[in-house]
């Protein structure tokens, strides 16, 4: 009998949906520091709305996370659009330029996330816009311009101001 063999696809999923989980335990994690309360995983994969929840239930976090760049210095994360309304924060875990144990992580709040620049990005199956939220991915004050413009300065400024302190450290078990 031949044996199995994984394919790269069934590898590079496996990875995505390990590190979103990942993602959304950090938050949770740096989340009860942020705020001061306890925190927990909504539980629900994929559902409309939030990944991470206070145990009071008053402060949702909706989690994106991203590993590639989109384009050249840029990095996005998509399917932000059917968020807004739905949660009190969104949480953007970048795991580009660290090493997986050490991300940058950025909770911000609603309100702004939504009132900075978020594109259209495309459209779902059914016919839903996605909307794709893009940020320099040096983090940087460049202005010059990319494959799909100028490089974010607003979003990355929105990024910083909201990121949360990793330890250099370990704070891991």
């Not at 702004?112 to 939220?133: Q, T």
Request: charged fraction near 30%; charge should be neutral.
């Amino acid at each position: 009998m031949k044996k199995y063999k994984q394919s790269e696809e069934c590898k590079l999923g496996v990875i995505q949906k390990a590190s979103q989980v990942y993602a959304e335990d950090l938050v949770r994690y740096f989340a009860e520091t942020k705020f001061n309360k306890k925190f927990q995983m909504a539980g629900v994969s994929n559902q409309k709305g939030y990944d991470v929840i206070s145990e009071d239930g008053k402060i949702k976090i909706e989690v994106k996370s991203t590993a590639v760049l989109s384009a050249p210095k840029t990095l996005r994360v998509r399917r932000v659009l059917g968020k807004k309304n739905q949660c009190t924060h969104l949480a953007v875990v970048e795991f580009y330029n660290k090493d997986l144990m050490h991300p940058r992580i950025s909770i911000i709040p609603h309100d702004e996330f939504f009132a900075s620049n978020v594109i259209d990005g495309g459209k779902s199956e059914d016919g839903e816009p996605l909307g794709a939220w893009n940020w320099d991915s040096e983090y940087g004050d460049k202005l010059h311009e990319t494959a799909w413009g100028p490089r974010q300065k607003e979003n990355t400024k929105l990024f910083l101001l909201h990121e949360i302190e990793v330890p250099s450290e370990k704070y891991y078990e």
